[in-house]
C-alpha cells in the first residue's frame, strides 16, 4: 500500500513539473501590428468620419439646438435638476431611428461609467450628474456598433436616444 502511495506522488510531481511555461517577449522588442490590422483601422476612421460629416449635417437640419461631445455624440439638455446624487442612477430611454421610428425602450438602473448601457448614454449619465431629462443623436460607433442589436437596430446605425435619469 505504502508502495502505491509513493507511486501516485511520484507521478503527481512530475506530471507537474512537465508543464512549460509560455515565453516571453523580449524587453526591447514591440508586438508588430499586421498589414491588415492597418488597413482595418483605416477603414474604420473613414467610416467614422463619412458618419461625422452625414450627422452634422443632420444636427443642422433640426429644430432644437445641439451640442457635440467630446466622444462624437451630439446632446440636448431638456431640463436640469437640483437633485441629491447617489452612487447609483435609475435611467429610463428610448432609443429612435433618424426618422423618429421607435426601436428599444427600456429602464435601468447603472453605475456611470461602469459601461452597463451604449457607450454615448454612459458617457453623457456619467458627465451630466444633474440633468433629468435629455435627447442625444448618437453615430454608430457610440451606440451599437458594427453589429447592431437585431432584429431592431442594423449594422452602421446611428440613432437618436430620448434618457430620463431618475436619480
Known amino acids: 500500500m505504502q508502495y502505491v502511495y509513493s507511486l501516485i506522488f511520484f507521478v503527481t510531481i512530475l506530471s507537474g513539473s512537465c508543464v512549460k511555461q ?3 517577449l523580449p524587453a526591447n522588442k514591440s508586438i508588430a501590428t499586421d498589414s491588415s490590422t492597418l488597413i482595418l483601422q483605416q477603414l474604420n476612421e473613414k467610416l467614422i468620419e463619412a458618419e461625422d460629416s452625414l450627422l452634422t449635417q443632420y444636427v443642422a437640419g433640426q429644430t432644437e439646438k445641439y451640442e457635440k461631445s467630446e466622444n462624437g455624440y451630439w446632446f440636448r439638455i431638456i431640463k436640469i435638476e437640483n437633485k441629491k446624487l447617489s452612487e447609483n442612477r435609475e435611467v429610463s430611454y428610448s432609443i429612435y431611428s433618424l426618422e423618429n421610428e421607435l426601436l428599444i ?11 452597463e448601457l451604449i457607450s454615448a448614454i454612459d458617457h453623457f449619465v456619467f458627465m ?6 435629455a435627447s442625444l443623436i448618437i ?3 457610440q451606440a451599437y456598433g458594427v453589429r447592431g442589436q437585431a432584429p431592431k437596430i442594423n449594422a452602421y446605425q446611428s440613432v437618436k436616444a430620448k434618457i430620463s435619469i431618475i436619480n
Not at 425602450?105 to 459601461?115: C, V
Open 128 to 133: 451630466h450628474p444633474h440633468v433629468s431629462h
Open 139 to 141: 453615430p454608430w460607433y
Open 22 to 24: 509560455q515565453p516571453q
Open 105 to 115: 425602450s427600456d429602464k435601468k438602473t447603472i453605475l456611470p461609467g461602469k459601461k
